[in-house]
């Protein structure tokens, strides 16, 4: 009867292959600034919805927020069924 594998030991088998992995993608230095490009233009994009909103509460309260959110998705509402069929032609 083979002996059961510990946890630990399984643990560290799929760890090495994990750190192979991460250390091969740090080592790329435009993967290293794509990434750090993405990260900083998510944070730009989530402190500006965060200004927005704060914002907007301070003007109208709720229904200022409610409107900002609308406001924001209404393009692409209207737009993405018209360019989805277009780009399934």
Do not use: H, I, K
Request: glycine share 8%; net charge positive; proline share 6%.
């Amino acid at each position: 009867m083979p002996e059961p594998t510990s946890r630990a030991r399984t643990a560290v088998g799929v760890r090495g292959p994990y750190r192979q992995a991460w250390a091969s993608v740090t080592r790329n230095r435009n993967l290293r600034l794509a990434q750090a490009s993405s990260l900083s233009a998510w944070t730009g994009e989530f402190l500006f919805l965060s200004a927005m909103t704060v914002y907007a509460f301070d003007q109208d309260g709720a229904a200022g927020v409610g409107l900002v959110g609308f406001l924001r998705v209404l393009p692409a509402t209207l737009a993405l069924p018209w360019l989805g069929a277009l780009a399934d032609r």
